[in-house]
């Protein structure tokens, strides 16, 4: 375990796939651990034995567990990652990568829901700056813009920041 605190995501029996997917989208990524039901507690469990229980993988240093835990709960939006993203290029991959099978109506603002049903936000640093400067009509003027945007657009961000 990298850290004290490891997000575990509960699925119903795709946290493998789901897992796969993410370390095959995130470069410093791997699967350390994956672990199976066994035959104790199928009268609680309800998993069939053999069959995956958790997988324990990690994404750019942080660690997760994906939980096949039966479809008693789904994600929400509640709950999101952040990627921090050094510029367009990077934006527009994570985008494209994590979206792909998702449901294009939960794209908004820099959020994009993966097939999973696990929601995103793929924000530009530069982004995070912008709301974060102290003049308030370029704040408000890029936080209007990005309210109209689906997919962050980084230029468009800094001409509305800019006042042009």
Same mark, same amino acid.
């Given at each position: 375990?990298?850290? &004290?605190? /490891?997000?575990?995501?509960? *699925?119903?029996?795709?946290? #493998? ?9 995130? $470069? ?45 709960? &789904?994600? /929400?939006?509640?709950?999101? *990652?952040?990627?921090?993203? #050094? ?9 494209? $990568? ?57 230029? #468009? ?8």
């Amino acid at each position: 375990m990298l850290s &004290k605190i /490891t997000p575990c995501l509960w *699925f119903d029996d795709q946290g #493998e796939a789901a897992a796969n997917f993410y370390v095959s989208i995130f $470069k410093d990524s791997k699967i350390t651990d994956v672990s199976y039901y066994p035959e104790s507690g199928h009268e609680i469990h309800r998993g069939r034995e053999g069959k995956v229980l958790m997988v324990v993988f990690e994404l750019e240093g942080q660690s997760f567990t994906a939980l096949n835990g039966g479809p008693h709960f &789904k994600f /929400t939006e509640a709950i999101s *990652f952040q990627i921090e993203c #050094e510029n367009q290029e990077e934006v527009d991959y994570y985008w494209e $990568k994590l979206g792909e099978g998702g449901p294009v109506e939960a794209q908004q603002c820099g959020w994009v829901k993966d097939k999973f049903g696990l929601s995103w936000q793929v924000v530009p640093k530069r982004m995070i700056e912008m709301l974060n400067d102290p003049d308030k009509a370029k704040f408000q003027r890029a936080f209007e813009a990005m309210m109209q945007m689906k997919k962050l657009d980084i230029g #468009e961000l800094e001409k509305a920041f800019n006042g042009k």
